[in-house]
Structure formats: C-alpha cells, structure tokens
C-alpha cells in the first residue's frame, strides 16, 4: 500500500481520502455473516473512497471494494465475492467520517434495522445485509498496522478467525494490539495485574503470558481469591510445615509451593480482603519473600504472581496496587464487535463437547474449519446487543438458539422479540464502556407500531396461509415472511418443508 497526498493506493486500485486524513482510521466493511461463503467471517474491506460492491472482479461503476484477511501487519488479498445470490453490480458505498452511505443497485434487497431500502447511511457500529445473502459490519481501521511490537506475528500457525495457540479468538485491531501486548509482558518477572470486566478472557490472558515465558515448562496454578477463608490464607497461599498446627498435620506446600518455577494466578485479587491483601505485600516485593507457617526461616519464592481484577484498581489496598507496576487491560466484547462472528462459532466449537445434540446445526467448512449453520438475525442480534458479562453472556444466548431452534439453523430466540431487538440499543451498556449503536438513521414509514411488534411462532401458520402469501408475495420468501409476521425468512424456509412446499 501507498499513500500519495489525499490518495491511498492498494494494488493499484486508487481511493480519494477526501476529509478522512492520509493516516486516519478509514470506514470498513466486515463480514459477519455469509450464507454462500461462511468460511469468509472476518474478511475486511476499506471504504476510502466511492467503491462498487458485487460479485466477481469486474463491475461498471467505480472502482471494486477488495476484500482481505487483516491480521495486525499482514493483509491477505481475497478474491472477491462468489455468491450468486448477489448481483455483479450490488451496492455504491460512500465513505463518511462517521460510516457509510450505501445505495443498492442490484437486484438483492439491501435490508437495515429490518427494513428493506433503496438507499441508507450506516454508522460505524452499525449493521445492514443484503438479504439472505450477506451481513456486513461497519467499523473502523486505520489502514496502518495494529501494533509496533516486534514479535512477527505472521508466523502464528493458526487458521484466520480460528482460536491461536492460547484460546484467544479474534482479528480485530484490539485483539492483535492485545496480543503485542502480553507479548511485551513474558520477559518480564515483575508482578502482573490483568484489568478487565468478567468474562473477557482474564484467565486466558494470564495463561498465555505464561506460556510465552521462559516459565512455561513450569506450572501454572490457578486459585480464584474469593475462595479463599480470611482464616486459612496464609496456609492456603504459603504452605505449612509438617506437625503445624498440631503434630500429625501434614506438609502443606500452599500455592508458592505448587508453582515453584512456574506462575500462580490469582484471579479476582479485588475479592480479599484487604486484611489478607496486607500479607501478600513482601512477596510482591523484589526479594520475593514469605513464611510458611510453623517455620522460622524466610524462603524466597520461585514464581511470578499475576494477579486479575473485575473491580477498579482504586478499590484495591493502595501498596498492593502499587507494586503491580506492570498492567494489561482488557478490552469489552463491545470495543471489538467485529470479532463477535468469530466467537460465535469458537463457542460453538467448546460447547459441542458438552452437548453433542449441537452437531445437528454443524458442518465441515472449506477452509478446514468445523462450522455452524446461523441465521443472520442471530449474529446481527450478538453483534448489537449490550454486554455485562461478555463472553459468558454471549454462550448463554447460543445455548438458548439452539433450545429453541427446531431444525438445522440456529436461530434467535422466540424471548428475544423484533421489539427488543430494535431496542436493545437503547438500554445502558452498564459498564462494558461502549454503548452498540444503531445501524442507521432508517425510521419505520409509519408509526403504526407494525415493525416492533412481537414475532408470530412457529407452529401458529397454517399450509392454506402460507401457501397465500407465497402467491402474493410471487414465491418471495422474504416478503411472504414479512406479510406472515414471521421473524425471519428462515422460519418461512422450515414451514415450507414442512409442509412439503417448493424449495423448503
């Protein structure tokens, strides 16, 4: 890539940057959802300036956008999209500061906040699909690499959008800026505090940081503090000697023991109490020292102590926090909603070892990968929905697709209504310190309330009404669906297999 005053050029393809800046973050598109090409989640294409969006290389209007696998420094060209379900020449993309303005021109309805329009300008963290076909994300890169960080992360053997080596799963900015980061911090011996709201990966985090340490044929012992009795601490974090408390106790070896050349990680560190916080003061120290109970001697602990919290680092006893020079902080599901396709298909991958009945919606994927069949109402659903607990949250909802999804799609919960859909964004994110944003400035023609309405079940149509529709609708599932009150085009799909009619 090249930049030439106001001009970025990728491949020789020119793109005016007009009022974006020669090294601002540029509006991207992000693939969330594919249903001819699913193994393409992730995939990214600049919006730097007027671009035609379509099927194969070669459109008639200005220049193609192209696609690519973007991992921190390294940009993969694609080739374009396949899908014949979308036209050669789809979609006319215009860059703004804040999003894109997106106006159709082929023959596939583009669909925004669950209405289909001719034209609409979507913000950045905003979603609009082409129907049945494609869902595309807008976010924000800049067209420079994620990190500086010297560690050639181009050799990571792991598949694109795939969990690398330490479970870690995502290929947006804040992710691969993450991994520089505890890249930096694996050298190091001094104590390690992890910030970050529950459920974004702090035990992950922590454990690779282990690995990629020259500790990492040691062990790593985990402990969650909160479980540790004010009574017992001592005993619990620094062993006891044999006949202590009384004489036919045991050696107790306590955490510094089991870790011995290795890491301990104490998570939710904010949960002791600050009593027991003060004991663990000279052991953060440099000389590393600490007692076991019933001996007179002072040892020195073999190990580096990270440390996580949930809670503000002001909540913690003020020497404590100060010897965790060295801190890492994580980043909210909602700072990096583009990865949130990818989770939804790692977690599926973890849960299917728990529940085995989650094969049904599986198959195997070109690129190598096991995937899942989900609708795009789900995934769009994920991507905009407020978080507290993040990836557990983001499990809870899949667990409850797959309840309550009949046939081979998962599909978006009954409980989760085209009311609090659209609505979601209007709830206050607590504090996941980013709120998801509406995806245009698309308003219902009327206010007849007929879009916010809840979704009619499955089993409340019959043939004689579905077989009426369809003729309405000339054989269009995706109107028919709209006319029926249906939730989406694939419950439509199911009850006409189920009632043996047509393509269903």
Request: overall charge neutral; glycine content about 10%; some cysteine.
């Amino acid at each position: 890539m090249s930049r030439q005053s106001g001009t970025i050029s990728w491949d020789g393809h020119p793109y005016r940057s007009e009022g974006l800046g020669s090294g601002a973050p540029v509006p991207t598109l992000c693939i969330a959802w594919s249903f001819d090409e699913p193994e393409r989640i992730g995939e990214t294409a600049l919006v730097a300036g007027p671009l035609e969006l379509g099927r194969g290389d070669e459109g008639s209007g200005p220049a193609r956008a192209l696609w690519y696998q973007q991992r921190d420094r390294e940009w993969v060209r694609r080739p374009p999209l396949s899908s014949r379900r979308i036209s050669r020449s789809q979609l006319l993309l215009e860059p703004r500061s804040d999003g894109v303005f997106v106006r159709q021109i082929g023959r596939t309805p583009l669909v925004v906040d669950g209405i289909e329009v001719a034209e609409a300008f979507v913000p950045i963290g905003g979603c609009f699909s082409l129907s049945g076909a494609l869902l595309l994300w807008v976010d924000s890169r800049a067209p420079a690499p994620a990190s500086s960080s010297p560690v050639d992360f181009t050799t990571m053997s792991f598949p694109f959008g795939a969990a690398d080596r330490d479970g870690m799963v995502g290929e947006s900015q804040a992710c691969w800026t993450l991994r520089a980061r505890l890249a930096e911090l694996t050298e190091s011996t001094r104590p390690l505090l992890i910030l970050g709201e529950s459920g974004t990966g702090k035990e992950l985090a922590a454990r690779a940081v282990h690995r990629g340490s020259p500790r990492s044929r040691g062990p790593f012992v985990a402990r969650n503090a909160a479980t540790i009795p004010e009574g017992l601490a001592d005993a619990e974090l620094f062993g006891s000697i044999r006949g202590y408390p009384h004489a036919s106790a045991p050696e107790r070896p306590g955490l510094l023991g089991e870790a011995e050349g290795g890491t301990v990680f104490l998570d939710e560190l904010g949960e002791l109490p600050l009593a027991v916080q003060a004991h663990l003061l000279r052991l953060l120290d440099e000389g590393a020292e600490y007692q076991k109970l019933g001996e007179a001697r002072t040892r020195r602990a073999d190990v580096r102590i990270v440390a996580a919290t949930n809670r503000s680092v002001d909540e913690l006893k003020h020497d404590l926090a100060a010897r965790f020079s060295l801190r890492v902080e994580l980043s909210p599901l909602g700072a990096r909603r583009s990865d949130i396709p990818l989770l939804i298909q790692h977690q599926l991958r973890r849960l299917e070892l728990a529940f085995p009945a989650l094969e049904r919606f599986a198959f195997a994927g070109l690129d190598g990968l096991r995937r899942y069949r989900v609708t795009p109402e789900l995934v769009e659903s994920a991507m905009i929905r407020p978080y507290r607990t993040h990836s557990r949250e983001l499990e809870a909802l899949l667990l409850d697709a797959a309840a309550h999804s009949p046939h081979d799609y998962l599909d978006l919960p009954h409980s989760v209504s085209a009311k609090s859909l659209r609505y979601l964004l209007d709830e206050d994110d607590g504090a996941s310190g980013e709120r998801a944003r509406p995806s245009s400035l698309v308003t219902p023609a009327d206010s007849s309330g007929e879009l916010l309405r809840d979704a009619r079940r499955y089993d409340e149509v019959s043939r004689d009404e579905l077989e009426r529709a369809l003729a309405s609708s000339e054989g269009n599932v995706t109107h028919a669906a709209t006319n029926l009150g249906l939730k989406n085009r694939y419950v439509l799909l199911r009850l006409m297999k189920k009632f043996g009619l047509g393509r269903g």
